[in-house]
């Protein structure tokens, strides 16, 4: 049931936040010399008034495939490796997140690659005159197989790693602390809130503790649309992008991908909490009759929700 509620909340929260992750993709990817956008809202405006409300939602197919296989893997190794660190302390929630962050990436690289290219699919072009080159995710990824094989459907495979390896682990880490810090108590009429809280808050820290690594791997993602690639390797990304744009190309779609995070995971949170008080309702508050002791019980429950983040 918790990886049900996982799949089922992490839906939830890829549709509230998609439009806000095309908007950071599409940020981060502009020519400085020609951008087509001046920041998040105008960047939101436009997109809306070129392509329609389901421009915003470009690639949204290839997450969505994606999750179910993402959940599986997070689930499973972070389950398995506090079990084998044995001790709930937050180093040992680092450490597990971490693990899970760095194998889930398998899946995650692939399905990042496909949703980038869709979302700069008729970038800048209205809708009726747009030429699609991709028909769908699966379509994208086969092409690109097809085009460059392996090599090019893991495109961006290290920066990815190198992302999603501490951004799990500073997630669970800081869920850890704050759902410590909040406690969390069946009577409680804000034990929900609290969780939702708790997820938003690790989520946006999360994001600025990798977000750099972010960008790059979106251009490394990014190169080579239209046929022209501009970078060979990582340290040559990121060493054109500081060149031509200062550091603060690093903070490029910082904006939108902060009002992303905490809707993202109150949407996922609401959702995961609301099914599993659905469907096991005297688990759910057995589970919390035995936080006061050792707040383990509700840790438990609330890593199993995150992980489907």
């Not at 506090?82 to 450490?95: I, S, V």
């Not at 398998?106 to 970038?123: D, F, H, N, S, Y």
């Not at 392996?150 to 951004?167: A, F, K, Q, S, Y």
Request: proline letters at 5%; glycine letters at 10%.
């Amino acid at each position: 049931m918790d990886f049900l509620a996982g799949c089922i909340g992490g839906a939830a929260g890829v549709l509230v936040g998609h439009p806000f992750d095309t908007v950071k993709v599409r940020l981060q990817v502009q020519s400085v010399d020609k951008p087509l956008y001046r920041g998040t809202f105008h960047c939101f405006q436009s997109i809306i008034r070129q392509e329609s409300m389901l421009g915003l939602y470009k690639g949204i197919g290839s997450p969505m495939m994606g999750l179910t296989f993402i959940n599986a893997i997070v689930f499973g190794v972070q389950g398995n490796a506090m079990r084998r660190l044995g001790e709930d302390t937050p180093l040992n929630q680092f450490l597990a997140g971490a693990a899970a962050g760095a194998i889930q990436c398998v899946i995650c690289c692939p399905m990042e690659l496909a949703k980038t290219r869709m979302q700069l699919q008729g970038t800048g072009e209205k809708k009726s005159s747009s030429r699609k080159v991709y028909k769908n995710s699966l379509d994208c990824l086969a092409r690109i197989y097809q085009r460059e094989g392996l090599r090019g459907v893991n495109r961006g495979m290290v920066t990815t790693l190198i992302r999603e390896t501490p951004g799990f682990g500073v997630y669970f880490l800081a869920y850890d602390l704050l759902t410590r810090s909040l406690g969390c108590e069946p009577e409680d009429p804000y034990m929900i809130p609290k969780l939702l809280f708790a997820g938003g808050m690790s989520g946006i820290a999360s994001w600025l503790s990798t977000y750099p690594v972010d960008v790059i791997k979106s251009r490394l993602q990014a190169d080579g649309v239209g046929g022209k690639y501009q970078y060979s390797s990582i340290m040559d990304c990121t060493r054109k992008s500081i060149q031509r744009e200062g550091w603060r190309v690093f903070t490029r779609g910082l904006t939108s991908t902060l009002l992303r995070a905490f809707p993202v995971n109150a949407a996922t949170f609401a959702t995961v909490t609301l099914f599993l008080l659905y469907v096991r309702p005297d688990e759910g508050s057995k589970d919390c009759e035995a936080a006061p002791a050792s707040h383990q019980a509700p840790l438990q429950q609330q890593q199993a929700q995150k992980s489907s983040l």
